[in-house]
Every structure is written in structure tokens, then in C-alpha cells.
């Protein structure tokens, strides 16, 4: 008898943790897309820029110090030239990998319009591509990229702004 009740218990164990587990499939297709983002008010959206900014400037740092361990820090190697000033592979990683420079400081505060007016601006103006999540277009709002909700469309025309299945 006291088998069958642990055998019970377990089977009622692992029927909740299914049940918790379960995902809300009608909202799983809005989660970082178009469509939260424009039910987001402005406070929301900067916020989300913010996280995105800073999530994005930590690795960026954090993966080009870790190349200077990679690639033998201390040794002779002569990798500096005209266009790469420096022989440390950290600061050779970190002039070449993209930034989000364009924000602007406006009194105390920080203001991220650069890049929430043209996000905004593409999920209203082309709902048809309300699918495509909003990492996508903050990778191709970056300094080397996009900078214009037009832009962000020419992209999304292009099949470079794809939408995932």
C-alpha cells in the first residue's frame, strides 16, 4: 500500500509541474514583438531600450577582455597597424564591434528616442512585420547599421529583418 501512495504522489508530482509549465500559446507570438511593444507607453519602451543598451555593453566588454587571455596577452605578436593602433586583441575586438552611441543626455536623464521613435514608428506604420521581435530591430539600430524607421522597413523588404517561425 505504501508503494502505490509514493507511486501516486510522484504521478500527482510531475501532473503539477506540467500543468505549471505549461506556456500561454496565445500570447507566446506578442512576447518582444510589435505588438507588446506599441501596448508599452513610453516610460515601458525606454526601459526596455535601457536593459537591451546595457545587456548589450556588458558582453560587448566582457567578451573582448576574455580575448586578451584567448590570444596570449604578454607574448610577442604584432598585431597593431595603421587602422588597429593597438596590439592588445581587447581593444582590437572593442573598436570593432558595433555601438549604440546615438543616445543623448537631456538634463538628469537619459534619452533613448534614437532608438524607440524609429521602432515605434516601423510597428505602426507596417503591421505586417509586427512579428519580427525587437532584438532584430535594435541589432540594426546600431551606429553601423539603420538609424531611421524607413531604414528598418528597406531591411524588412530586403528579407534582412526576417520573421521567425
Excluded at 507566446?28 to 531600450?49: A, I
Excluded at 546595457?54 to 587602422?83: I, S
Aim: glycine share 6%; aromatic share 12%.
Amino acid at each position: 500500500m505504501t508503494a502505490s501512495r509514493k507511486y501516486l504522489a510522484g504521478i500527482a508530482v510531475v501532473a503539477l509541474f506540467l500543468v505549471s509549465c505549461k506556456t500561454n500559446k496565445g500570447r507566446s507570438g506578442l512576447l518582444e514583438r510589435g505588438d507588446e511593444w506599441m501596448s508599452w507607453n513610453k516610460t515601458e519602451r525606454n526601459r526596455y531600450v535601457l536593459g537591451y543598451l546595457d545587456g548589450y555593453m556588458t558582453a560587448r566588454h566582457t567578451a573582448c577582455v576574455a580575448a586578451d587571455t584567448l590570444f596570449e596577452v604578454g607574448q610577442p605578436h604584432q598585431m597593431g597597424d595603421e587602422q588597429h593602433p593597438t596590439e592588445f586583441p581587447s581593444g582590437r575586438c572593442l573598436a570593432s564591434v558595433d555601438e549604440y552611441s546615438r543616445f543623448k543626455f537631456v538634463n538628469s536623464a537619459i534619452d533613448f528616442s534614437v532608438y524607440v521613435n524609429p521602432i515605434s514608428g516601423f510597428y505602426a506604420k507596417h503591421p505586417e512585420y509586427r512579428d519580427i521581435p525587437i532584438p532584430f530591430l535594435m541589432d540594426f539600430l546600431s551606429d553601423k547599421k539603420c538609424s531611421t524607421e524607413d531604414e528598418l522597413f528597406q531591411m524588412a523588404r530586403k528579407g534582412k529583418l526576417h520573421i521567425p517561425s
